[in-house]
């Protein structure tokens, strides 16, 4: 199954006041697992930046300045993510900026039944702590020393590495890695075949059997067949 772990980065909270996107990022992950297939686009937010907001991601507003518009990125986003469940830390929160701005420009909106919520999964799964992206990496000794600010990119490569052991897929994938060494270690040859607890049962009836050995008499004596019925006798008899 085919997901689009995204995250954005805002000029604040609130896009009904008048914020803005300022970058998307998105990581294709396919069965649980990453395929190197990213998005990445940084938008002009036409306004300026708040110091608040600065402080978070380092994004100023003469360094935006010169990016696109949201509706000139817009098709190509779309298309990366296609029809896929988007899996979004706190997803209330970039759907409303990336609603905000599809309905500025007159495009439907993402419908809420796509989002995973890795927020509420880790506050079902780590009731009564904080679930902080940060908070997940440490609990999950995912590497974060390089998150020195917010970025949508890196944060949506953490969140999937993050979601990848909230439901519990990177111990399947271990499992199955370890299966699989059991059966390579110790063989030269072909992988061992595992034998049947109990046999099939037959699925040719004394029938069919007497039917064949009746065909087989109407071939001669010189049919090739009657080499295959002695052999057996041959060797019971020895």
Not at 10 to 33: A, K, Q, S, W, Y
Not at 50 to 57: D, G, I, K, S
Not at 196 to 209: C, F, M, Y
């Amino acid at each position: 199954m085919r997901e689009i772990v995204l995250d954005t980065e805002t000029t604040g909270l609130d896009p009904l006041r008048g914020d803005r996107l300022v970058e998307i990022g998105c990581v294709e992950i396919f069965n649980r697992m990453p395929t190197g297939q990213t998005y990445h686009v940084y938008i002009n937010p036409e306004r300026d930046m708040p110091a608040e907001a600065f402080a978070v991601h380092g994004l100023s507003a003469e360094f935006l300045s010169t990016k696109p518009l949201f509706h000139e990125v817009v098709d190509a986003f779309l298309e990366f993510i296609g029809d896929a469940p988007l899996v979004i830390h706190n997803a209330s929160f970039d759907i409303s900026f990336i609603n905000a701005e599809l309905d500025r420009i007159k495009r439907v909106a993402i419908p809420r039944e796509r989002l995973v919520d890795t927020l509420l999964l880790a506050r079902r799964k780590h009731p009564g702590v904080s679930n902080r992206l940060d908070d997940l990496c440490s609990r999950y000794s995912i590497d974060n020393s390089h998150r020195t600010k917010h970025g949508a990119l890196l944060d949506a490569e953490l969140l999937a590495e993050v979601y990848v052991d909230l439901v519990g897929a990177r111990q399947s994938q271990l499992l199955l890695a370890s299966d699989a060494e059991e059966i390579r270690v110790g063989t030269t040859g072909d992988a061992p075949r595992r034998q049947r607890l109990v046999p099939l049962a037959p699925r040719v009836s004394d029938a069919e059997r007497e039917a064949h050995k009746a065909f087989i008499a109407t071939l001669g004596e010189k049919a090739i067949w009657n080499e295959y019925l002695a052999a057996p006798a041959a060797v019971a008899a020895g």
